[in-house]
């Protein structure tokens, strides 16, 4: 993966950006439940039902890994050279929605970010590599590289994006030794 000096972000710009996200990421996390009919439930919707234990229930952090916040695009042959960059993307907020059943917990990770456009951009669609791991310890449960599609047709500005992946399940009893990375990842699909 390719660092750039490339697009330093305008503090305004970067806490809008974040301000969105943080206000979409809360919108997620909001939306949170457990299916199944549990007593002592509360009913959030007349649809979903969330209980005491579900609220209180451990859900495993995620995090970026180092270097994997951000991803830029050269053409051919410019790699490492600013003014030969296409698109520079990053990942500003990610969250995680948990749902338990039956001793299982589902888990589903979500990033949100932006895309800058670079001096040699093109209109066009986008695919940045995304790439979600689950490990318990050291053993990894699940990694899976999903491409993400960004529709860009402004050379002037950027373009906000939202990353959900594939929900993962593990056992809710080893659930606290589980943790989640996500990040950008150029590398083969290793799952």
Same mark, same amino acid.
Request: hydrophobic content about 35%; glycine content about 10%.
């Given at each position: 993966?390719?660092?750039?000096?490339?697009?330093?972000?305008?503090?305004?710009?970067?806490?809008?950006?974040?301000?969105?996200?943080?206000?979409?990421?809360?919108?997620?996390?909001? =939306?949170?439940?457990? $299916?199944?009919?549990?007593?002592?439930?509360? #009913?959030? /919707?007349?649809?979903? !039902?969330?209980?005491?234990? *579900?609220?209180?229930?451990?859900?495993?952090?995620?995090?970026?890994?180092?270097?994997?916040?951000?991803?830029?695009?050269?053409?051919?042959? =410019?790699?490492?050279? $600013?003014?030969?960059?296409?698109?520079?993307? #990053?990942? /500003?907020?990610?969250? !995680?929605?948990?749902?338990? *059943?039956?001793?299982?917990?589902?888990?589903?990770?979500?990033?949100?970010?932006?895309?800058?456009?670079?001096?040699?951009?093109?209109?066009?669609?986008?695919?940045m590599p995304i790439r979600v791991v689950v490990m318990e310890g050291d053993k990894v449960i699940s990694t899976k590289l999903h491409k993400q599609a960004v529709a860009m047709n402004n050379s002037q500005s950027a373009t906000q994006f939202l990353f959900a992946g594939t929900p993962v399940?593990?056992?809710?009893?080893?659930?606290?030794?589980?943790?989640?990375?996500?990040?950008?990842?150029?590398?083969?699909?290793?799952?």
């Amino acid at each position: 993966m390719q660092k750039s000096t490339f697009g330093r972000l305008n503090p305004l710009s970067l806490r809008f950006t974040r301000l969105g996200g943080a206000a979409l990421l809360g919108l997620l996390v909001a =939306g949170c439940s457990t $299916s199944g009919n549990q007593q002592g439930a509360v #009913s959030t /919707s007349g649809e979903q !039902r969330v209980t005491q234990a *579900d609220l209180q229930a451990y859900c495993p952090r995620i995090s970026l890994r180092e270097g994997t916040s951000f991803f830029s695009t050269y053409e051919k042959g =410019g790699n490492g050279d $600013s003014s030969r960059v296409v698109y520079q993307a #990053s990942i /500003s907020d990610v969250t !995680r929605d948990c749902r338990r *059943d039956n001793g299982t917990l589902t888990i589903t990770v979500a990033a949100a970010g932006r895309v800058v456009p670079g001096p040699k951009f093109r209109n066009g669609t986008i695919n940045m590599p995304i790439r979600v791991v689950v490990m318990e310890g050291d053993k990894v449960i699940s990694t899976k590289l999903h491409k993400q599609a960004v529709a860009m047709n402004n050379s002037q500005s950027a373009t906000q994006f939202l990353f959900a992946g594939t929900p993962v399940s593990v056992p809710e009893a080893s659930s606290r030794q589980v943790q989640i990375f996500i990040g950008f990842d150029e590398g083969p699909n290793k799952g």
